[in-house]
């Protein structure tokens, strides 16, 4: 009888407490941005990762950065905890909910508030889609480089909170390489600015602090982005091999040879297959591996003299067919088999977990390998689409939430694999975060002194450890417990989140 008590008394502290909260609110946002009952908050109980999920004590969606900064010093003052959202298709689970916590969506904020074709920067707020910049900026012949293959959805602010990469990102460098200027909240609602509108800012360089921080040291509301001329000639090669080692071997020698492609992306048989069928471009069906090299530049002769060099190239080193696409229909056509290769996979199984690791490229093909044979221990399919160019691996793992420990499984599976990308000199993540997916690995990727650090660097910036609590940086304790359970194989889980 006092456990169920003790439960109803929980229930009626929680509605007491969204109440009080959505109450204080109301008194500055609109009725429609406080979203307090299920049928409200169950779109926002999961971000891309939604293997795992939790209803939110309430949703909030300002409209203005005025707005926001009233959110956070009411959650400040009443010791609430915050998560921000933005378009939600983060693959770590970063945007998961609190529940007993507010969820911020920034997803009103979604102006582009200037295109300066001069300086070539765009000055935009969090909610606005990374494919909009570009859109925005193609009238002035420019462009915004990163391009996640999500790039259609997800939000320029998501971008900056988790360090963004994308096809291009070989050449062009990820979100960090091409933000000048942040502005951003802290916990207490005060407003701050790092970067500048040149290539450097005064002070430390918090910039770079910020970008990947995923949403635990400051909320972001407005953003400048480097700009670039749309390149005059742009050229693809679709090659095909015969295994993924020498596809591997294929990627190291175009960049020892001084070629930096504008992306080079590598598929598997798998994920070849999925997107073949899925779209129908005209890859070729029967190869263990797939080679996307794109080549651009402002110079046609010199721009012809790199395809016929890494032409060869490929062929020196195993390629079984090469193309090049005829026209720009062609070029498109190509890389849409890519652009969609995760939906594609996904008609492959009921469920599949994406994973998100980096490596060395001289160690591509000995980390396939290694994924290989843990696919066969797990006995768990893995498709393999990844930035082959700068060593970002993004294996699909293939399962069945209906089966009962299937999830269970993949989730060792990709922690397995996370930890072979650490053995070989590489990191647990190129894009994604950490989250709460990869939390264990971090007590691999880092010691303890490190891990002190990081928290250390939170408290500074929110001494209360109420943005985005429990995510990326994992306790010490966690990592001593998860060093124990690892000697005897599984992963530490999170009681306290629903798992589909």
């Known amino acids: 009888m006092p456990i169920e008590q003790s439960a109803v008394d929980s229930v009626v502290d929680i509605e007491s407490r969204r109440t009080e909260l959505a109450t204080a609110f109301q008194a500055f946002l609109p009725g429609y941005s406080v979203l307090v009952h299920e049928e409200e908050l169950r779109p926002y109980e999961c971000d891309g990762l939604s293997a795992y999920r939790q209803m939110p004590l309430m949703v909030v969606l300002p409209e203005t950065v005025e707005q926001v900064q009233r959110v956070l010093r009411i ?247 090469v193309r090049l696409a005829r026209d720009e229909q062609e070029r498109q056509r190509m890389w849409a088999g890519r652009k969609s290769a995760f939906p594609a996979v996904g008609r492959l199984s009921p469920d599949y977990y994406c994973m998100d690791g980096t490596i060395p490229r001289k160690q591509l093909a000995k980390v396939l390998n290694k994924i290989n044979e843990l696919s066969k221990e797990y006995k768990l399919t893995v498709a393999n689409v990844f930035h082959a160019g700068d060593g970002n691996l993004h294996p699909l793992i293939l399962y069945d939430a209906n089966q009962p420990g299937e999830l269970e499984r993949a989730e060792e599976f990709g922690g397995r694999i996370l930890e072979v990308c650490v053995e070989v000199g590489g990191t647990i993540t190129g894009e994604h975060g950490v989250g709460i997916e990869k939390i264990n690995q971090m007590c691999v990727q880092f010691p303890a002194p490190a891990l002190e650090q990081f928290h250390a660097l939170k408290q500074a910036f929110d001494p209360k450890g109420l943005l985005n609590p429990g995510k990326a940086i994992p306790t010490l304790a966690r990592c001593v417990e998860f060093g124990a359970m690892h000697v005897h194989g599984g992963q530490l889980p999170f009681p306290e989140i629903e798992r589909f």
Do not use: W
């Open 75 to 321: 959650c400040c003052t009443q010791d609430v905890p915050l998560v921000c959202r933005g378009a939600g298709t983060s693959l770590s689970g970063g945007a998961l909910p609190r529940s007993d916590g507010v969820l911020l969506s920034l997803a009103k904020l979604n102006r582009i508030l200037e295109i300066d074709q001069v300086n070539r920067t765009a000055k935009v707020q969090p909610g606005v889609r990374n494919l909009a910049i570009s859109q925005a900026a193609a009238p002035y012949g420019l462009y915004y480089a990163p391009d996640p293959s999500s790039q259609i959805a997800c939000s320029i602010g998501g971008n900056v909170a988790e360090n963004a990469g994308g096809v291009h990102c070989l050449k062009y460098g990820l979100t960090v390489h091409n933000v000048l200027q942040v502005t951003f909240l802290t916990i207490d609602g005060e407003r701050l600015t790092t970067g500048g509108s040149g290539l450097d800012g005064p002070g430390y360089d918090l910039l770079a602090l910020l970008t990947g921080s995923e949403g635990m040291l400051g909320v972001i509301v407005e953003i400048t982005v480097k700009l670039l001329p749309k390149p005059q000639h742009v050229q693809v090669l679709l090659a095909a091999f015969n295994s993924i080692e020498e596809a591997g071997t294929a990627v190291a020698n175009i960049i020892a040879a001084g070629i930096i492609p504008a992306g080079l992306e590598m598929m598997d048989n798998p994920a070849i297959r999925a997107a073949e069928d899925f779209i129908h471009v005209g890859y070729p069906k029967e190869a263990a591996a797939i080679l996307l090299c794109e080549l651009d530049g402002n110079n046609s002769e010199e721009l012809s003299e790199q395809v016929t060099q890494v032409r060869e190239l490929l062929h020196n080193y195993g390629a079984t067919e």
